[in-house]
């Protein structure tokens, strides 16, 4: 997870990567906003792909995210990303509204919006500008301070904000609930514990009743089923993306007993995991935009992770 000392102020960072890595797992406690500057950037959701291209913005919202970043033939991968924290994002809109008199409204509603982690739309001339401009304050240094950060941090919220209603306007200005981010927060790091419903109460600070009734109103279904479809998922790509047996898969997405991973998964998907890696594999050749010659990383990466950060 995070460094605690990076979670109470923006930051702006630059990743670069030279090759096809593969699928990563990136658990993020803050929300990121970012910028695709040279190749293309693949989310999953089990064995479903959606593609942000170069000259895209992006959303990724707290928790966990199966990302590839893929490299163009004869450019590297190049991103920036703005990470912020609902205090933060709060602190902003404030600060627009009463020194500037900004009054934001959103009336877009969509599945969208309520069933993804992501959201993603071709930047505008202006939002190109400023990423570029940011590209070249990261080369020179120019964000070594917390007041260069939190300038560039506002200037993109107004951008997004004035922008007209959108998914990313509103996946945005969700995040504004910093009691909901919390819980968001202890929500997803809890993905792939071992913990009861008990335990994730108590740590959100509410009763058991109180708890599983804004669990339901935030993910719409009761805890117990949102995280037995999460690791399912987690399960899924991990079949058609690892050679890992059938039972090695179970043990990593919290299934230790196999016959009850393979019931589960039987269950929600009409099919064994042998029967769906199989037919996967089975129809890939035959199939346009599958997932080919992929592995899935096996760390946690940070939303703060230096492994791939340009340093100038």
């Known amino acids: 997870m995070e460094n605690g000392n990076n979670q109470n102020h923006p930051k702006i960072v630059k990743y670069v990567e030279a090759s096809r890595s593969g699928i990563e797992s990136v658990t993020l406690s803050r929300c990121a906003i970012g910028y695709i500057l040279h190749g293309t950037k693949n989310i999953y959701y089990g064995d479903k792909r959606y593609r942000i291209s170069r000259g895209e913005i992006f959303y990724l919202g707290v928790g966990r995210h199966y990302i590839e970043n893929m490299a163009d033939d004869d450019k590297e991968f190049e991103q920036i990303i703005f990470y912020y924290t609902p205090s933060e994002l709060q602190q902003i809109m404030s600060q627009l509204n009463i020194t500037y008199g900004v009054s934001v409204s959103n009336g877009h509603s969509c599945e969208v919006c309520s069933s993804r982690q992501h959201v993603s739309m071709p930047a505008t001339n202006a939002m190109k500008s400023f990423f570029q401009s940011c590209s070249c304050y990261l080369r020179n ?3 070594s301070s917390d007041v260069a950060e939190n300038i560039k941090m506002t200037e993109l919220i107004y951008m997004l904000v004035s922008c007209e209603d959108c998914c990313l306007k509103s996946k945005l200005l969700s995040n504004m ?136």
Request: with cysteine; hydrophobic share 35%.
């Open 177 to 312: 609930d910093v009691a909901q981010g919390n819980f968001d927060r202890i929500i997803y790091s809890n993905m792939f514990n071992d913990i009861s419903i008990e335990q994730l109460a108590s740590a959100s600070n509410r009763s058991l009743t109180s708890f599983k009734k804004e669990f339901k109103r935030r993910f719409n279904v009761p805890p117990h089923k949102w995280y037995i479809r999460q690791r399912l998922a987690q399960s899924q790509l991990m079949l058609i993306s690892t050679s890992k047996s059938v039972s090695e898969i179970g043990v990593a997405c919290s299934f230790p007993n196999t016959s009850h991973f393979i019931k589960l998964f039987k269950k929600e998907y009409n099919t064994t995991p042998a029967a769906y890696r199989q037919n996967h594999f089975a129809s890939r050749s035959a199939e346009q935009g599958v997932i080919d010659n992929l592995t899935l990383g096996d760390t946690i990466l940070d939303s703060d992770n230096t492994k791939t950060a340009v340093s100038y």
């Open 141 to 143: 240094d120019f964000f």
